[in-house]
């Protein structure tokens, strides 16, 4: 697989990581496969944070039972809270990774002015832990493209993250140019949308064709799904006309409407279950009438009752979705739903 320059921090990276959330859903024995399975197809890039559960462990484990420590870039993240907290996330991190130090440190998470300037006022730790050695370049991951050109413009980051799929693809539109003039890194998570997209050809398509620009990070819980995306990487070719016509049909259908699942607009403190809803339809599509109405889904419905429309949870989310057509939308949906049970 073919490597790409990571910015100015210089890392040569795989042009697709391997993103460490979804093993922690998996077993150990199942995630050293994935990981092993990935190396050998060429990904070095492998991204995990403190908060992932037993990602970093998973990911150390396999890496130091395969002595791989120098065949691979490690990123983890921790979130801004306070110096000494940092300090800790950085050594609890590189004990779980069983390393001395990692390529990359981010800022998990800058979504708004105050969480940049409490970043920029802990950036001290970091420098202190790269004369260390504990970590080698300083990144940071951001949410709700009006602050990514903020955090690129600080001059401090060497690489930002960003949500980024052919959904929202202006989100690269806005980035780039920053991120190129900069000279930072971009690497994008939420590829396939959270799980709203199922074409994984489709998803990484979009990516082949933006090229070097940006590194999107693939979850996978087996070896299959890391040969079948890096076959498209590897196979080299951007989406054709036809794909192209096909992601703007599915970016209309969903425009404005679709939910990243970041779950920022959390929680309501009128008891709202509000991502449960605004995924709905999503959720109704992987499963049967009954299903839905009766499981997870149409539990959350019932709770829609209590919303008083104070638009708290609007004022939260970094996309600026309007939640309450989304409610209405899916709400209607749902009614369908239940009539086709025979329900009223
Ligand atoms: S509008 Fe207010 S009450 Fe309704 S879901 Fe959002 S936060 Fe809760
Ligand atoms: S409504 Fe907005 S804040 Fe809430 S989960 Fe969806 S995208 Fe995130």
Redesign the pocket.
Known sequence: MKTVRLGKSELMVSQVGFGGIPIARISYEEAARCIDTAIDLGVNFFDTAIGYQDSEDKIGRAIQAGHRRDQVVIATKAPPRDGPTLERDLDKSLERLRTDYVDLYQFHNIRNAATLEKSLGMMDVLLKAKEQGKVRHIGATVHGVDWINQVIETGVFETVMIALNFIVSEAAEAVLPAARRCDVGVIAMKPMAGGHLTDARLAFKYFVGLGDAVVPLVGIQSPDEIREIVGIFDGGEGPTEAERGEMARIREETGDRFCRRCEY?MP?????K?VP?TIFTSLARRMSAKHVVEGYGGQAMKT?E?????????K?CPYDLD??AI?RENYEYYKELVAQCGGS
């Open positions: 607009c309501c403190e009128h008891g709202v509000i809803i829609l209590n919303c008083i429309q104070c638009g708290e949870c609007e939260r939640i309450q409610f």
